[in-house]
């Protein structure tokens, strides 16, 4: 069985962001494009951030392609979100408990909360069985 290559080398890291939203928490984790010292040009290759960085390129591609690994969710699934994100965020803290997936594009899930509208990976929801959802 063969896998299909998400990412290249060749690939901006503007494409790479557009490839899958998860790929700036990738880039961020390698201490890249977060602040000034660590800037990076979304022009440049992913290869030319590995090599003028010093990060390994097989270790960042890996950790790309990993994106594509991760749980999934698909429209219509009810989440709620982690108490450790709805506690750091204060203005979460009026939104509904439980929201619904409404969209998927790009590795990001558009997840509807009452009126709220947020974007997330996977991993920032919680899938719930509706059942356990009160009426």
Sequence with gaps: MSTVAHFSKDMTVEQAFKTHAGARRVFA???LGGCSNCAISETETIEQVSEGYGIPLGLLMDDLEKLFEQPSLDVGDVVKLPDEIRTKIPQLATVPEFGRVTDF?????????????????????IKVDPATVPA
Excluded at 110 to 121: A, H, M, N, S, W
């Design 105 to 125: 594009a790009a590795g990001a899930y558009t997840v509807e909360f009452g009126d709220v509208r947020l974007q997330g990976l996977a991993e920032d929801f």
């Design 29 to 31: 984790r390698f201490h």
